[in-house]
């Protein structure tokens, strides 16, 4: 049987813990989240979840309130399995009443429309909660391209966690990867996904020893960067999972004065 998403990322990540030990823990908690949020998806999956009407944008729709109402057991689930400082994030969070909890799941999610929550805990929570149901809702729309290719996801219109690179003739097909709902769509080599910048000069790109396969993307316009994970160069790699496991780079990236366009599900 073919394995889905989750269990493929989760095999990847349980290579890269032998691999690269310095990113061992946040990638043995990446594994722990993943099959939580395996598990959700296929309680969406299940027959009893509708079929999203192709004319709704499901992403500007409030979150069902029998998906709100999981949260608090997704958080006792974390605390199961989380490093010590995420246990008590997930308590605190834990201990409010649902309203709140249901403040910050809808502040998350309706990011586009003037929520967002900063970075730190809530944000986490919410992403790894609220990601598979994204998953499921994009799974279920059809998009219709036209125009310009866009730096925002063209299905939930969040920014990209990181880019790739897929084979294709002599060379490679640039890609970028949402942060949310994990959608991968077409995106040119020599443009900043932040600002637009298209001047080559001020695009730098570096790479290390180790990993080979992982790029860093630099603006010098607007001193943003992404990773992109190169499968010309290792096609076994996932987009996703080696991006948080060359945790290096991001500090190479920000001791050189560059922030991340996009942190990822770990906060990195």
């Known amino acids: 049987m073919p394995k889905n998403e989750w269990q493929r990322r989760t095999e990847r990540a349980e290579e890269l813990i032998r691999d690269r030990p310095a990113a061992g823990e946040v990638l043995q908690f990446f594994v722990a989240i993943t099959g939580l949020q395996e598990e959700l998806w296929r309680e969406l999956e299940g027959p009893a979840t509708a079929s999203a009407d192709p004319g709704t944008n499901f992403f500007a729709q409030p979150l069902p309130s029998s998906l709100v109402a999981r ?24 201990h409010e009443d649902a309203a709140l909890q249901s403040h910050v799941l809808d502040s998350f999610w309706q990011e586009n429309a003037g929520g967002a929550l900063p970075p730190g805990p809530e944000d986490f929570f919410a992403r790894a909660f609220l990601q598979p149901y994204a998953v499921n809702v994009r799974s279920r729309l059809a998009l219709q391209r036209g125009g310009p290719t866009p730096c925002l996801c063209p299905f939930c219109g969040r920014k990209p966690s990181s880019g790739v690179l897929r084979p294709l003739g ?87 004065g560059y922030a991340k366009l996009q942190l990822n599900l770990m906060q990195l």
């Open 71 to 94: 949260f608090g057991s997704f958080l006792s689930s974390v605390k199961d399995r989380a490093p010590a400082v995420v246990v008590q994030a997930a308590e605190r969070l834990g």
């Open 170 to 256: 002599d060379g490679g097909q640039r890609s970028l990867v949402c942060s949310l709902c994990l959608y991968e769509w077409e995106f040119r080599r020599i443009v900043c996904p932040a600002c637009g910048e298209e001047d080559h000069a001020k695009l730098p790109v570096y790479t290390a020893e180790d990993p080979k396969h992982v790029r860093v993307e630099c603006c010098d316009r607007c001193r943003c960067y992404i990773k992109t994970v190169d499968l010309t160069k290792n096609g076994l790699a996932d987009p996703v999972v080696d991006e948080i496991g060359a945790i290096p780079l991001d500090l190479w990236a920000q001791d050189h």
